[in-house]
């Protein structure tokens, strides 16, 4: 299994970023995907999660109306869309195999994560 996330980087406040996450290794159209989060010296926090058909989509609170989450089936690959970022949003992001729960607790189920820094 591998999980390759990019597009993080620096933004200013109010601005935005896509985040890729390419999948290999595994049938990525039979499995729950999800976004998970985590900032400098706090434990991960669940960010979003899409099923299998892209039908269905999940957020946290902290992020709805903001983030969203999609999927290409055909090549494999999970976004994630985020607008109006705020300074609360930087954190490493990773791309996880499966729903929110077991993925959020178990890095075995995650990439290497991209770096996402939301300053002025």
């Known amino acids: 299994v591998q999980l390759v996330e990019s597009g993080g980087g620096l933004v200013q406040p109010g601005g935005s970023l896509r985040l890729s996450c390419a999948a290999s290794g595994f049938t990525f159209r039979l499995y729950d995907m999800s976004w998970v989060r985590q900032a400098p010296g706090k434990g991960p926090e669940w960010v979003s999660s899409?099923?299998?058909?892209?039908?269905?989509?999940y957020y946290a609170d902290s992020v709805k109306g903001r983030f969203a989450i999609s999927r290409d089936n055909t090549k494999n690959m999970l976004y994630l869309q985020m607008n109006s970022l705020t300074p609360e949003d930087t954190a490493i992001y990773y791309c996880?195999?499966?729903?929110?729960?077991?993925?959020?607790?178990?890095?075995?189920?995650w990439g290497q994560g991209t770096q996402v820094t939301v300053s002025s």
């Open positions: 899409i099923s299998t058909d892209g039908a269905r989509d």
């Open positions: 996880a195999k499966g729903p929110r729960v077991p993925v959020t607790t178990n890095r075995n189920y």
